[in-house]
């Protein structure tokens, strides 16, 4: 497997979302109404956990599908989302939201390439793979 990109959470709101005017606290993040993005429905997360560890839980009002979805409802509402941060960082202005860093440590994500050996030296296998490099370095 070769790691393609890695990311940090962020949790983003309306620009004008009393959340995003400093920097954001366990016990802020928990009493939030949250925005959960999830094809599968209700999940956990890093967040989730380390809220947990502090005996906090986040406050899940709806679940969408999609980041492009939750970022349309977040811009116009009091609800805050998790979403990577290369996400809200080319979107904030699209979607006139703004975000803070989350208050956890290990909140990172690592995107993999993964193939099988035989594959290594397919012409077709490289060609995919450069795309990929080419896609998450910009």
Known sequence: AEELYSEQYV???RQDHPLMSS??????IAAANHLLISPYGPIRNLLDHALHLH??????QTI??????????VESSDLVATVPRRIAQNNARR???AYRSLPIEGGTFHLH???HVRDATNPLHIWLLRKLRNVVSE
């Open 95 to 97: 979607f006139n939201i």
């Open 23 to 28: 920097d954001l606290t366990l016990e802020q």
């Open 113 to 115: 390439a993964v193939r």
């Open 64 to 73: 969408v599908p999609s980041l492009f979805a939750a970022l349309s409802i």
């Open 55 to 60: 005996g906090y839980r986040r406050n899940i």
């Open 11 to 13: 949790l983003a709101g």
